[in-house]
Every structure is written in structure tokens, then in C-alpha cells.
């Protein structure tokens, strides 16, 4: 049962392919730091591989045959690609899902406020973060703001050299005794994550010109009002970019892997397989670190409502064949595993646990508490899973997420399971899940890009 390391067998041919592809990934982390900004990304790779907007093909009347390329984009923070295979689709399609939002800090409806002579953004956070992570260290501003005319203002402030970050301030040490004493929990609280983004006052003002200015600065740079914040998204996020780690440079270090890592292998994997037997689908979503929840996160009926415009365009759409088309799909349902740290040795149970540079990991299932909100996987499709994989070459491992009474998690793959088709959680190991900075190795990021392809090729 021992499993192989990667870079053991690895020759010229593929570090070369790995570093190219890892080269590209930390691209991807850098431009996509949002879910709205990883769709637009996503757009602008598949635009220059021939994919469609599907919206256009049903505008125009046209119909789609084996070959053809398109994707439907839900409200701009999730996307589903296809390419029309040559198999009829109620014989199914294989899918491979990952998610697109990160933890993360986004600015409430009503933020801006001055203290002191500090102007401040007041926030609420995004999905599960140790709180005393983010303090102290550089954050940038990513997101829109929807103006009432219509018109809709991006912004991204602290990832250009030449930008000012920002932060959230932490109490010195010399004055942190009593702070010191309290659980990691309440070190720091929800409330105390608002984000310092100003300290000179406008000339001439007497109250509140600290924050007067702030106004100032971003009516003359955006067009925006103060009211303008109640229909705005921002996301604060760590500054800077995704670099290469350890001194033999064998990983990444970035923001967001959870779940990028596995939507960029994703998408490549699709682009690389080219005529697929069966229609290949990509499927990147929104708000799974809060439960998949809203227009664009798994549980609405975006993805189900694309496949019913697709069968229309193929030839006519018919219930039945929607519901066949569902039930024989097989999916992959892609997200970060927790890797084993020696350090935090206790939190493992090492038999079953994802280490790096082991490869591509399977999690026959997930949840929490005795498999609690979990999607089982069945042994004949962990069996065909593994036949796909040791026949093409993919190394990988199989792991649950830490002890059995210590924690868990969630994925998306439950909600796809829902329709009787075969779903297996899988994905990359991480260091540091949810924190500012996470790490990959990049063998395991090059093992399951190949995994994914193998899968669209031959399940
Ligand atoms: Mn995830
Ligand atoms: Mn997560």
C-alpha cells in the first residue's frame, strides 16, 4: 500500500512539462484572485482554444455537433465548459467540477469610517479563516463596484509595485499580555478585521477629513460615491504574487490554491484533450466555502439549466433525455486535501493521509463526525478510477481529511451525486489550507492535471 514519490521517476521530458505548467498556474493565481476574475481569465484561455459563448449559439439558431466547443457563464462567477463529444449524451458526459471562491475579507455594505484620525473599511469575512492570520501582513483590494447608471467599476489596489497596500493592524507584544492569554479564536475577532486604508486628512476639513479624503481619492481615481459601496464587491485578499518555494524550488507558495489549484489543472486538462468518445464538461463554481449556496455556487440550477440548453442545441430537448444524460455522467469532483505536516503530526492518521509529492489524491469519501454531509464514493467507481489512473501512468494516493474525530469538510461532490451519477471527491494535497498563503507541491499539480485528462479520455 505504500505509495510512490513523483519526482523518483520523473526524466528531462517531465520537469519540463511540470515547470511549464506550474509557470502558468502561478499566472493563473495572480490574475485570478476573485471568482469573478478566474471566470474572466478562464474566458480569455478557452476564447483562444475555439470555445463558444453559448448564448450566442442559441441567439443565432445555430445547433451544435460532435466537435463543437461552449460555455454558459453564471453572473460572471462560474463557468461550465463542453466539448461535444462523439458519444450520444444520454450516454453521459465526464465531468470535472472545482470551486473558484477563496477564504477570503469582504467589505461590508456600509464600511467607511474615521478614528482617530485613521480612516478605516469595517469588513465581515468569507468562509472558515483563522482570524489572527490575516493581521499585520500586506492586503489588496479586488473586486466591483455597480454604479445605479449601470455601469460596473473594477478595482484591484495593492498588486502593482507602484500600489499602496493595505492591512489590518495587530497589538504590539510589549502591550499583549492579556491578549496573549486568549484562545487562538478570539485573539483576534470578527470586528477587529477592518482595514486601515487612511491617515492624512483632506485640507481645509475639519470632521471626519481623514476619511473626507479617502472619498476624494477614490471619486477622482473611480467615479465612485460613499453610497456607491451598498452595491459593491470587494474582496480583501493577500498582495502579491504566487512565488515558487523551498530552496529547491519543488512547490508554490499563494493565495487562493484552495480551490484553484484544482480548477486551473481542470481546465487545462480539458483543453488538452482534444475529441473526446464521451462530452467532456469543466465545471468551475462559486461559494463553496460558504456551502454552495446562491445563483452561482453548486446547489443552483445553473449547471443542470446549461446541459438542458445543450441537449436543445444538439438536437431537441426532452426531458428524459436530460435525466438519462445526468444519471450516466461520471464526475470528479475536485478539491484541495489536507497534506500530512510532520509538525502538526497528531492531527494525522498517517496510513491514510495525502503527502506531498505522492500524486493525484482520491477521498472515497469526506464529511465529518462518522462521514457526516458526506458523498461515498462505490467501490466499482473507485475501482474504474484506479484502473484509468495506474493504465495511463498517474500516480496517486488516497487519503481522508485528518483523524476520524478531529475535523472534516465538505465538498460539492454531494450535490452532483444527487442526480444517480457516479461522483468522486479528489484533488491536490495542501500546506496550510485557508491560510493567506498556502502550498502545493508541483509534482502533485502535474500528476493531477494528467489524472484529470486520463479521466476525460477514457471514462
Ligand atoms: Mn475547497
Ligand atoms: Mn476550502
Keep these: 500500500m505504500e505509495r510512490e514519490l513523483a519526482w523518483n521517476k520523473y526524466k528531462n521530458k517531465q520537469i519540463k512539462e511540470m515547470e511549464s505548467l506550474c509557470k502558468d ?47 454558459a457563464v453564471c453572473m460572471g462567477k462560474a463557468i461550465a465548459m463542453f ?22 475579507i469582504d467589505i461590508k455594505q456600509n464600511p ?13 469575512y468569507y468562509g472558515g479563516i483563522k482570524k489572527y492570520q490575516w493581521v499585520a501582513i500586506p492586503l489588496a483590494i479586488h473586486g466591483v463596484v455597480a454604479k445605479k447608471d449601470g455601469s460596473v467599476v473594477n478595482i484591484v489596489i495593492g498588486e502593482d509595485e507602484k500600489d499602496p497596500v493595505v492591512s489590518i493592524t495587530d497589538l504590539l507584544i ?12 478570539k485573539v483576534i475577532e470578527g470586528e477587529q478585521l477592518d482595514i486601515l486604508i487612511g491617515s492624512k486628512p483632506l485640507a481645509g476639513e475639519e470632521k471626519d477629513a481623514v476619511k473626507k479624503n479617502i472619498l476624494k481619492l477614490i471619486k477622482d481615481k473611480y467615479d465612485i460615491e460613499e453610497e456607491d459601496f451598498l452595491s459593491a464587491e470587494l474582496e480583501v485578499v493577500p498582495a502579491g504574487p504566487a512565488r515558487d518555494a523551498g530552496m529547491d524550488s519543488s512547490m508554490i507558495m499563494g493565495y487562493g490554491q484552495d480551490d484553484r ?16 468518445e464521451k462530452t467532456t464538461c469543466c465545471l468551475l463554481v462559486d461559494k463553496e466555502e460558504i456551502g454552495s449556496v446562491g445563483a452561482t455556487g453548486m446547489q443552483s440550477k445553473f449547471f443542470e439549466n446549461t446541459v438542458a440548453e445543450i441537449i436543445d442545441r444538439i438536437d431537441k430537448y426532452k426531458e428524459l433525455t436530460l ?32 503527502f506531498f509529492g505522492k500524486g493525484m489524491v482520491f477521498n472515497k469519501f469526506t464529511g465529518r463526525g462518522g462521514k457526516s454531509g458526506s458523498n461515498d464514493a462505490n467501490a466499482e467507481y473507485m475501482a474504474t478510477i484506479r ?31 444527487l442526480y ?40
Design 112 to 124: 467607511l469610517y474615521e478614528d482617530s484620525d485613521f480612516a478605516y473599511l469595517d469588513t465581515h
Design 420 to 459: 444517480g451519477m457516479e461522483v468522486i471527491d479528489c484533488g491536490v494535497a495542501v500546506l496550510n489550507m485557508h491560510a493567506p498563503w498556502e502550498i502545493t507541491s508541483k509534482a502533485d499539480i502535474y500528476e493531477t492535471k494528467n489524472g484529470y485528462a486520463a479521466f476525460l479520455k477514457r471514462a
Design 174 to 185: 510589549h502591550l499583549s499580555s492579556e491578549q496573549m492569554t486568549k484562545t487562538a479564536s
Design 261 to 276: 489549484v484544482c480548477a486551473y489543472t481542470s481546465l487545462v486538462a480539458m483543453l488538452e484533450v482534444d475529441k473526446p
Design 25 to 71: 498556474y502561478r499566472e493563473f493565481l495572480d490574475k485570478g484572485k476573485t471568482e469573478r476574475e478566474c471566470v474572466t481569465e478562464t474566458i480569455k484561455i478557452i476564447e483562444k482554444a475555439g470555445y463558444k459563448n453559448l448564448e450566442t449559439i442559441i441567439s443565432k439558431k445555430q445547433k451544435l455537433k460532435t466537435g463543437d466547443k461552449v460555455y
Design 323 to 354: 435525466r438519462r444524460c445526468l444519471t450516466n455522467s461520471r464526475m470528479l469532483s475536485s478539491d484541495v486535501s489536507a497534506a500530512y505536516d510532520p509538525t502538526f503530526a497528531s492531527a494525522f492518521e498517517k496510513k491514510n493521509a495525502a
Design 83 to 104: 466539448n461535444i463529444g462523439k458519444k450520444d449524451i444520454e450516454e453521459g458526459i465526464n465531468i470535472l467540477g472545482a470551486h473558484i471562491d477563496s477564504p477570503r
Design 387 to 417: 484502473k484509468i489512473m495506474d493504465d495511463e501512468k498517474v500516480l496517486f494516493q488516497t487519503a481522508e481529511l485528518g483523524k476520524v474525530d478531529i475535523g472534516g469538510g465538505g465538498t460539492i461532490a454531494y450535490i452532483l451525486s
